[in-house]
């Protein structure tokens, strides 16, 4: 959460009332907690279509959220059929860091 009042307000500025779209939204995390905290947008979570069904039941879990849409989009085919504008893409990427865990079979099987 921002608490400092500067940052804060300049979010609340790229924010209000516009349409934002998350690309590869994935589960949609971030595009949520953005309609979360901006009930003024309008937010798209969009990603393949092997995604979508994430991105929808995570819409369902959150249905005081009227602001969010979960949209299939592949980038490289998709570009001519989604005429939409937007006034802010949110482009995320998520990784995690392994330290010795990745050569220890143990940590890539689950059971």
């Avoid at 589960?27 to 309609?35: D, E, Q, Y």
């Avoid at 989604?82 to 890539?108: F, M, P, Q, T």
Wanted: glycine content about 4%; overall charge negative; aromatic content about 8%.
């Amino acid at each position: 959460m921002i608490t400092d009042p500067k940052h804060a307000k300049k979010f609340e500025e790229l924010f209000h009332s516009k349409t934002v779209v998350e690309l590869g939204a994935g589960t949609g995390f971030a595009g949520i907690l953005v309609a979360q905290m901006h009930p003024t947008c309008i937010v798209a979570l969009t990603d393949l279509a092997d995604h979508v069904p994430l991105i929808q039941r995570n819409q369902e879990l959150n249905p005081h959220l009227k602001n969010i849409t979960g949209i299939e989009l592949d980038w490289c085919n998709d570009h001519h059929r989604n005429r939409a504008k937007y006034d802010v893409i949110l482009a995320l990427e998520w990784y995690v860091l392994w330290h010795d865990c990745a050569s220890n079979d143990s940590y890539l099987t689950v059971s």
